[in-house]
T-cell receptor, first 118, second 115 residues
Framework: NAGVTQTPKFQVLKTGQSMTLQCAQD?????MSWYRQDPGMGLRLIHY???????DQGEVPNGYNVSRSTTEDFPLRLLSAAPSQTSVYFC?????????????????FGSGTRLTVV | AQTVTQSQPEMSVQEAETVTLSCTYD???????LFWYKQPPSRQMILVIR??????QNATENRFSVNFQKAAKSFSLKISDSQLGDAAMYFC????????????FGQGTRLTINP
């Protein structure tokens, strides 16, 4: 089925470890983004990309790194995990035309990754 | 900066009755979209309804409708004939049309349906 695929679904890390959360979409969406969801705070934007080779920071980028080498993939890297990064992470994608959102098509979300840092 | 506020952390309603979830937002933009997303226990984010700011007519999707008050920057969601499957977290979200299309979310409202 077409959509956004996130792996893994669950992960436990020790403080200081690094890891990569994977996100892939097969809808040829130009726009991809990463959010973290914490209780009482909704979803907050970490990083986003409007196309291959283009990334930018969102609201809470510290401790995370991204790259966009292909249209399909947008991995999120935790450089040195901290307990404050315990959260649920969502990848989302949508069509865009340059910098103009085609919001009528909506945003497609992955099923999320629950990350615990101990 | 754009912000979205949901002032009701939790709401409950009897099955078959109507409930309204509140959302206010702050923006200096004139062209934008507003969304309501539903997140059931499965964690999946499901689009419930969307509203274009330039449209005066309130959006409707079956039992779900919105009351969009642009001047007041208010975007409430009304769920009619509530069903047990409507129980979920509901998030209000905003995005501009021009520029980077970042979704800004509210804090969420947990809706419980009482049988």
């Amino acid at each position: 089925n077409a959509g956004v695929t996130q792996t893994p679904k669950f992960q436990v890390l020790k403080t200081g470890q690094s890891m990569t959360l994977q996100c892939a979409q097969d809808m040829n969406h130009e726009y991809m983004s990463w959010y973290r969801q914490d209780p009482g705070m909704g979803l907050r934007l970490i990083h986003y990309s409007v196309g291959a080779g283009i990334t930018d920071q969102g609201e809470v980028p510290n401790g995370y790194n991204v790259s966009r080498s292909t249209t399909e993939d947008f991995p999120l890297r935790l450089l040195s995990a901290a307990p404050s990064q315990t959260s649920v992470y969502f990848c989302a994608s949508s069509y865009s035309r340059g910098d103009i959102a085609l919001a009528n098509y909506g945003y497609t979300f992955g099923s999320g990754t629950r990350l615990t840092v101990v | 900066a754009q912000t979205v506020t949901q002032s009701q952390p939790e709401m409950s309603v009897q099955e078959a009755e109507t409930v309204t979830l509140s959302c206010t937002y702050d923006t200096s933009e004139s062209d934008y979209y507003l969304f309501w997303y539903k997140q059931p226990p499965s964690r999946q984010m499901i689009l419930v309804i969307r509203q274009e700011a330039y449209k005066q007519q309130n959006a409707t999707e079956n039992r779900f409708s919105v009351n969009f008050q642009k001047a007041a920057k208010s975007f409430s969601l009304k769920i009619s004939d509530s069903q047990l499957g409507d129980a979920a977290m509901y998030f209000c979200a905003y995005t501009v049309i021009q520029g980077a299309q970042k979704l800004v979310f509210g804090q969420g409202t947990r809706l419980t349906i009482n049988p």
